[in-house]
């Protein structure tokens, strides 16, 4: 039975204490929207984010082609993106449309696919869902930061968002225009954000492809015949040419060598050091991923209810039992997996920012086990929505907390970027015969839980005029001459 009086405000349920989830769950999500929004509002360009904007200065808009697949490496769809932001960067000085825009992305394509998984609930429903899992993804992520460094965001935050574009049009019965230009721009988006990413799904896609081909007796009419399987074999194929143009940039053999350099060991590894590599590499992965169930659970709870809220409109038998637990142990071996492209090139398990696409992956795991365990138990809904209701005060409560304590470190950085641009554009198009000193941007940093992050990438510069971000930072803002860090300082907040 749904509410009629307000068109936003219906319910699949008419209980009050549903109601009244759904009400703190809005609340909470305000909550999150206004802490993503700021620190959008706050976020500047940082560190490589300048290598991209020198780039495409001097070799334009192709950039992507003409220099970076030569001289780094071959993501060509996601650096596309980042000079697409970077025009707009020079207009706004902001990173705020890029917030904005990612945010309205990922909640909406979310919403979508939940709107399909679960039919039953209102559209107040999904949209609350859907930004609530997007939060909770967002800020129990690996590395924190990660969605509002440019560069960073636009290859792990952009494959995962085109992914679920693909993914989307693929169960959509809809044949147009825009379904085709979506399903081929995701497709090829996710096919050369990432290298392990466009890996891991290129396999995916293609073992659903054999696994129906073979259900279908290898009957190539029938499979085309199918719109779904049509539309993922066309998602398919532009995924892996876009994943062979990217893998075979000369520029990552470049990227190796400084890779090895780096370590101080030789990659790709051998068969026998990569056994051991990887097993190491996932219990580093386990014990991080350990300190992050805590978030986990407060996404859990309200999930349990809603799976148990649904019973009636979805059965499980005893067999279905069977098979979650088959996939629980499935989904770990495939966690595994997903470190082993990045063991084999780096002999580890790599920055925190490219394990963004697993924190998705456990993200969506822990609502499909929430909502399956709510289907199972036998208890009335009435006695699982407290728990959830409580876990949702508890995770505004905590974002409230971030909200407080980041927003206004995040504006001191900012302001001291402003300043520190502002007076670096004084020389712009001039020489200055010396390397010019600068003093130390405000870091910001904060403490949660006892752990201490960014919540934005700084733009930090090195003591030493040689670092590349340094010298990426001159040539991005067109200025003659070479700056470094004053080793002296010790005022984070002088200006310059």
Known sequence: MKNKKYLL???????????????????????????????????????????????????????????????????????????????????????????????????????????????????????????????????NNYEFNTFYWLNASAMYFGGVLFLLIGLNVILSRRINFWTHFWLILSAIYAGSSSETFALIWCGVAGLIILFYLRKLKFNGRSFIANLHLKKLLIAFSLCIISFIIMYLAPGNGVRLKITAWNIHQQVPLSFGRMIPAAMHAFLVFGGITCTKLFYWIFLALPFVYMGNSLKDKVRMNQQKTINIIIASVGFIIFLWMCLLPTVYVQGEIGPKRALTHVAFYITCFVVFLSLSTGLKIPFESRKLIWPGIIS??????????????????????????????????????????????????????????????????????????????????CRGLHLEFHVKLKADTIDTNQKQ
């Not at 219906?10 to 759904?22: A, R």
């Not at 470190?409 to 302001?415: D, G, L, M, T």
């Not at 712009?428 to 990438?457: A, C």
């Open 392 to 473: 949702v005060i508890l995770w505004a409560v905590i974002v409230s907390g971030r909200l407080y304590q980041d927003i206004p470190e995040a504006k001191k950085y900012a302001r001291s970027e402003d300043v520190r641009i502002a007076y670096l554009k004084k020389f712009e198009n001039k020489f200055v015969q010396d390397t010019l000193l600068l003093h130390p941007l405000h870091i910001p940093v904060s403490l949660m839980q006892g752990n201490i992050y960014h919540p934005l990438q700084p733009n930090e510069i090195k003591p030493v005029h040689q670092d590349f971000v340094n010298d990426c930072i």
């Open 9 to 139: 405000l219906q319910f699949s349920s008419s209980s009050p204490s549903h109601h009244l989830l759904f009400y703190v769950l809005f609340a909470a999500n305000l909550v999150s929207l206004l802490y993503f929004v700021m620190l959008g509002y706050y976020n500047r360009l940082a560190l490589d984010d300048y290598c991209y904007l020198a780039a495409q200065n001097e070799h334009g808009f192709l950039s992507p082609f003409n220099f970076w697949y030569q001289n780094y490496q071959g993501r060509f769809s996601a650096q596309f993106f980042i000079n697409f932001i970077n025009n707009v960067y020079g207009v706004v000085h902001s990173l705020l449309p890029f917030t904005l825009l990612f945010l309205v992305l990922f909640i909406g394509i979310i919403h979508q696919l939940f709107k399909k998984l679960a039919p039953a609930l209102s559209l107040f429903e999904t949209l609350n869902l859907s930004i609530f899992f997007f939060s909770v993804f967002v800020i």
